[in-house]
């Protein structure tokens, strides 16, 4: 090794270093101040010089400095290239893999050649997942994969299982959640309701209507049928 590598290989082992000890003092400080904080799952630099991404819980994204003396709620946006990094960061960390999705435990919805593909988490008792599917309407050429996920009340439970009890499943859902037709009662094997909820809380899913597309990405909240067609073309 000549002198230059040499010089090379200490200055990487001194960065590395300095790294390693930036985030132990970040990790000592937040943890000894801020309960909530004794358990950070990753320290990260961001890049503005001096700050550092703090992710918690998953997928919770919070900011400080290389002493850990201050802390930052919001989002970080790079004004040159108009990207919002916070929201990036937290759309990787949240995706899923589409591919693994247990399709068995939700039923479809297929309008035209249905070759664009879209899964979606809904309570039959959610305001906003009526209006959504009343947008849906117009999007054609796409299978939907809707996954039952009552979370607002045992009323919810009840009708999820009279819509995956029907005969025909599609048919019941768009009636009640298009046309307030109610889905008479049913009974049937409805353990893949359950299963749907325990998948949700898996992913974090806390609100209805959820999206989630082919490349993984997913939207919490209703979508008008514009932005649906953006998301999956």
Not at 180 to 207: F, Q
Request: net charge positive; hydrophobic share 35%; proline share 4%.
């Amino acid at each position: 090794m000549n002198l230059r590598q040499s010089i090379l290989l200490t200055c990487a082992l001194l960065a590395t270093s300095t790294t390693w000890s930036q985030e132990a003092t970040i990790r000592k400080t937040l943890s000894e101040r801020i309960p909530q904080l004794q358990n950070i799952d990753e320290v990260s630099k961001t890049p503005i010089e001096g700050i550092y991404e703090i992710r918690v819980n998953g997928a919770d994204i919070y900011y400080t400095d290389a002493h850990g003396n201050y802390l930052i709620q919001g989002n970080l946006i790079d004004t040159k290239q108009k990207r919002n990094l916070t929201e990036e960061r937290v759309d990787k960390l949240t995706a899923i893999n589409f591919e693994t999705l247990p399709f068995k435990d939700a039923f479809t919805i297929v309008r035209g050649n249905g070759k664009r593909k879209l899964a979606v988490f809904e309570d039959p008792n959610c305001g906003y997942c009526k209006r959504f599917e009343k947008d849906l309407q117009k999007v054609n050429n796409v299978t939907v994969y809707m996954f039952l996920y009552p979370i607002l009340s045992p009323d919810s439970t009840e009708k999820s299982k009279a819509i995956w009890c029907a005969k025909d499943k599609t048919k019941a859902w768009q009636d009640w959640m298009v046309r307030d037709i109610t889905p008479p009662a049913a009974s049937c094997d409805s353990a893949a309701i359950a299963r749907n909820v325990e998948l949700g809380h898996k992913y974090k899913i806390t609100g209805t209507p959820t999206l989630v597309f082919l490349d993984g990405s997913r939207v919490p909240g209703a979508m008008g049928a514009d932005q649906v067609e953006k998301r999956l073309n």
